[in-house]
């Protein structure tokens, strides 16, 4: 047991947070999200949504610095456009803004996040029901 650590945080996920280094980047899935597919490492959250797991991974690690964009959504696709909301784009940018004054968002074509996904360190499949919940963050500098 350690001190400070959220008890949402694995022992995988701590390891992965550990391992990651400034410029990483790391996915928080949905539950729809192929994570399995687009992984190099897959860590199971089954049981916890995205915003519980968000507050828990950026209280753990800032954002970094450099990038102009260091967490990105996923858009929505044009069919989606006018027929989803994802309100959960809202509590995501209040989560991490609360926890991180370095917040700079950005959005990415939904197959373009897949591919950029392949490239993360890592992807945590979360059991987030809501649609579009999946986010890149981008690990930044410890100081």
Not at 15 to 20: A, Q, S, Y
Not at 22 to 39: L, T
Not at 118 to 135: F, H, L, R, S
Request: net charge negative; charged share 25%.
């Amino acid at each position: 047991m350690l001190k400070n650590v959220p008890k949402i945080v694995s022992p995988e996920l701590l390891k992965i947070l550990c391992e990651m280094g400034h410029g990483d980047e790391i996915v928080i899935a949905d539950g729809n999200f192929p994570s399995a597919n687009y992984g190099q490492r897959v860590i199971r959250a089954d049981g916890h949504g995205g915003a519980a797991i968000l507050e828990a991974v950026l209280s753990l690690i800032p954002l970094d610095t450099y990038a102009e964009e260091n967490m990105i959504l996923m858009q929505l696709t044009p069919s989606d456009v006018g027929k989803i909301n994802p309100v959960i784009w809202e509590e995501y940018k209040s989560i991490a803004t609360a926890k991180d004054d370095n917040v700079r968002v950005g959005n990415m074509e939904r197959f373009a996040f897949y591919e950029r996904a392949k490239q993360a360190y890592a992807v945590i499949a979360t059991g987030e029901g809501a649609v579009y919940a999946n986010i890149i963050l981008k690990k930044g500098v410890i100081k």
